[in-house]
């Protein structure tokens, strides 16, 4: 059984093709129709005969178990839109940062206008918290969600937040740039299929046991419902070593890369569990080549409600993105959209 | 910070005591009413003077961070019932078998009518699969049931299947005994929520990267929902091994018991991958104290769509629970119900 | 390159064999000269024309690189034998049971004494100890052998204990019956060579982070110089889980009897850590198809110098041996030599 | 019990000082003797008392279990010398290049001229290789020492090899310049009993499944024996990952380094298993704070005895120092002796 992804031209109608590789045998799945149909198809593929139907514009044959977002398919790098003159992949590098969980409207604004100053150009912040156990603190909810508008009003920094079940998708898609999937839910397929659906970015965590291979099949559920703008965050795997909370596994970072097309970035807050190791951290995944970091930030560390270990202060975190723009400075390939870089910042 | 469990005298109001242990600064939730109520106390807890309360009938403090779950609070094992006859925990001992997915009628009716004769007490059998890829088989869904329904009143056995999202739990609970959750979501807090306001059996999956402490605080999510009905199930960890799908960790089951009051069972087919490592692996999940089995069985494990390496077929299945009478001939305090062991058996 | 092992004929020369393989191309090694020679041969294998050799008895082809410890080419269990009337492998159960370290006369002695009374066929005990720290106790070195030696003495039992360099071979051989590689050193290859030219059992213990395949290939450099008797030993992996020192892999025990020919017995008290884990996880051990195992004991495992926690006082053991003997009572395949099972006893 | 590390003046007698000592209930022991006197002693410590022996320079109480080892005795970085103007720690930045295992002379000598040119500063190269299986190449021992000698005299490059077994060190020290340790061999005590004794340095890998207290241990038991010149290697550890060969752990790199003021360099090679990942993670090795790296080199990897997949050509190797140079360039803290950096470079 042979697997091919076949593209129409732009115009054509994805659902006659359908029925025309039905025809020859060959069963075929629509992935996405805008702005040229991706079809999936399984068979006997003879490419040279399904490139001459009219419809088509491209036949590739994939063996990956994860085809869509593999590199046999589509051989340059994905570039994902996050807001008007912010994107990730490509050469863009993002670099996201806020807190684990929205507190308080002072907390949070006052992080996203410092981050925004030293340089972010996201901010990050749960409202919604999957915690281990259930009488801990679970996030403010709706009101959370309120105070990160404000906060994105306020600094201009486009959101990223966490969406833990389908249900929420409607009422949390006005309220986000960008929907974080959290490491515990990375296989949770109702909500992976739901995702497929929506027409934002969708931020994949790792699962702290995935294997790479698990997690590129992830984001093929979201790309086989048609979202393709999904951006990989590597964060830690499970490992015995018990004097970090995970064992950041930065293989992956050119390992993924060169597997699939996909933005791949990297959370060095829970990758290590310890503010300390950060800054060291978040300079060896970018210059492992990862396209940006998402980074625990908080006025008072010690005060968080959760997380307070992994978290820098504003203080710290300026002086870590001058460390990235010093390093950046040497590695022409990359951008830090919006903030010229140069050795001197 | 100081934690209790207080129980109330049956017909007593467990809103009027939330209130008078607020007002003693006692911060305290509901996590069930009936058929006394179960509260969970925070604050400086004074046992006495809760106890003189007219509505308590015992407080009992906890340390753990899985409350409702822990021996701490609860000494003796908890029997959960599954139908007329059959119940787990307290020296009942439950084995479950069926196949991994429904594939259709003849299959899913001759496993019931086979694994019934050799002394199965519950029949598995998964409608809705989660599946690493997008593009394999994803269960029979609604037909799935269907057909389960009718191998339930053909073999008169109880049916155990999973459950993926909290939206499917309407229409799947008339036709299941048992609500399955598997390893992947064990941390899908929403699911956890939502399975604790059903009021049948829960099958709880240990995630393969989960923490002791970690499933038994997931335990406590259903339990703090009210559905105390809760049965662990050891399935295998992620370990560097790769002869075999996964590690099965049997130090669960005796620890697990020791920690807990919950019956815990063991999955041998997950746990190890491998058809032929099963019926060792059964054995030795009674020996440790495991309170019962899910075991894979199909008709023809060659043909199965998912996991028939790790199936046994009909007769194997019979050798195996002769195998197993005969072992528990030898553990007078464990019973097989509804049929009596014997080493003759 | 196929690879053989050849069995030569009684009394015929290994030496003259090797040549005439070499002449038709097949570069040959001995394993073992008595009472038969053992060659492995690599090359292009005519099993129908070496068979016609003179010399030879048997000519089988292997794939496993782990070929002299396969079930490939030995297809009944090994049975070694560790002293008059003990034995292990082939049916043969082999309880070993003392401390981890010996720690003066009164400990060891009494501790032979009473294991042997509850049915314990061979005493442990470290006299050199490989500890993580280099200011912990050490081991009480030539006077904890010469210890053992009295405890062997007075109570008839044979003596299992650590060697940790090709050193200290030489003048440790007469205080042992068995000499045991620890898990540290599995992969110390320069011990293992050095085993092979030793006649004594060697008890390998499984790295705590070996694969099957790695474990049964340290157990082939041992085999490869000469030494036949192995007996393996599964004493947990290493994983996440943090409430058991380690992870007891005990689907290493059908898996690696599928495999090897070789005995396999258990060591649940470092597969588990804890003393109260210990009986259930030996009964299961032993349900799982083990041949053995090797238990701590101690009189007073509060005040022993190392691994108290995971000891068993004598009352524990001898409580253990009986619920042992009850299980061996339903396993006829079974026998735990030098003393008869029966559910009464 | 209080455990501080005693520092005499110079010239002053330790033996003096250790019965002093004992007068006051303290127990101590000599690590080293030259140039001034490091004792270890554990007992009721009163700082003051100790201070005022004349023969005392400096007390330093400490906790963790790796004294010696520990910043909180030493405080700043150690500096190993491995040749006249090549040191490492401190800033010093060490690159050693070389293949897995010395196969010829052509090989090791073109190797050597080659990655000294792009700006090595040691060549490694094995002459005893532990393997894991008994019957693959074991290293060409002697022969490969020699050969190794002919590099150095040659390029002028200092060499590391591997030591197997305590009774190698005198016929190896002489042939090398650092004694290197291999994953296998991280708690053989044995060996690093006698590497204490050694006045070279010494090249500790961390094992596989080795937990960061345990290495640094590992290297408290080379110091304790006196020999303070161990360089500390991050190699990768073991994790349920299969498409590399080991998950490189580069959260030890900073984590090391707080707790320990030894050099930590990092083997990308082992790290992965894939020459393709080398470059990234040696950038990000470098950036992540490690003092150098070990990096396979061959010159025709694809005709390598071991390791080719994780070997680099030399022209690949070459590109890898230019990318070194420019990262370094933006790294003020950092030289790599004995070549400038210089982003032109």
Redesign the interface.
């Known amino acids: 059984m042979e697997r091919a992804i076949v593209k129409t031209k732009r115009g054509e109608s994805a659902g006659r093709l359908l029925m025309k590789l039905d025809q020859i045998g060959i069963r075929a ?1 629509i992935a996405k129709e805008e702005p040229e149909a991706i079809l ?1 198809a ?1 068979g006997e593929i003879d490419e040279t005969s399904i490139k001459t139907m009219p419809e088509v514009d491209q036949v590739t044959k994939v063996k990956l ?1 994860f085809s869509l977002a593999s590199r046999e398919w589509h051989k340059k790098d994905s570039v994902v839109n996050i807001a008007p003159g912010i994107s990730v992949g490509g050469g863009n590098v993002l670099i996201i940062a806020g807190p684990c969980a929205v507190e308080g409207k002072e907390q949070i604004v006052k992080t996203a206008q410092s981050v925004k100053r030293s340089g972010a150009l996201a901010l990050r912040g749960g409202a919604y918290k ?6 801990t603190f679970q996030g403010l909810g709706i009101e959370g969600l309120a105070l990160l508008a404000e906060a994105k009003k306020i600094s201009g920094l486009p959101i990223v937040t966490e969406i ?4 929420d998708i409607d009422f949390m898609l006005p309220h986000t740039d960008i929907l974080q999937v959290g490491s ?2 990375m ?5 992976l ?1 739901a995702l497929g659906k929506v027409d934002k970015p969708v931020l994949l965590k790792r ?3 995935a ?4 997690w590129l ?1 992830a984001a ?2 979201i790309m ?1 419902g048609g979202n393709f703008n999904v951006i990989l965050c590597e964060r830690g ?8 909370r995970n ?9 993924v890369k ?1 597997l699939s097309h996909l933005p791949v970035i990297v959370d060095p807050s829970h ?2 569990g ?1 503010s ?2 950060v800054p ?2 978040s ?7 990862a396209d940006g970091l998402i980074v625990e930030v908080h006025p008072n560390p010690e005060e968080a409600v959760s997380d307070g270990d992994q978290s820098l202060d504003l203080e710290e975190f300026d002086k870590l993105m001058k460390s990235i723009k ?2 950046l ?2 590695m022409p390939e990359k951008t830090l959209e919006g903030s010229k870089c140069s ?1 001197a910042a």
């Open positions: 799945r999936l399984e178990p999957p915690r281990t156990n259930p009488y833990m079940t389908p249900e515990r839910n296989q949770n397929f109702s909500l299929k699962g702290m046991m294997t790479i291979d698990e099949q093929e559920y086989a795997i499970r490992s015995f070593e018990k004097r970090t064992t950041l596994d930065l293989n992956a970072v050119p390992l060169s990758g290590t310890k300390e190791l060291s951290m300079l060896a995944a970018l210059a492992a080549g010093r390093l400075s040497v050795v």
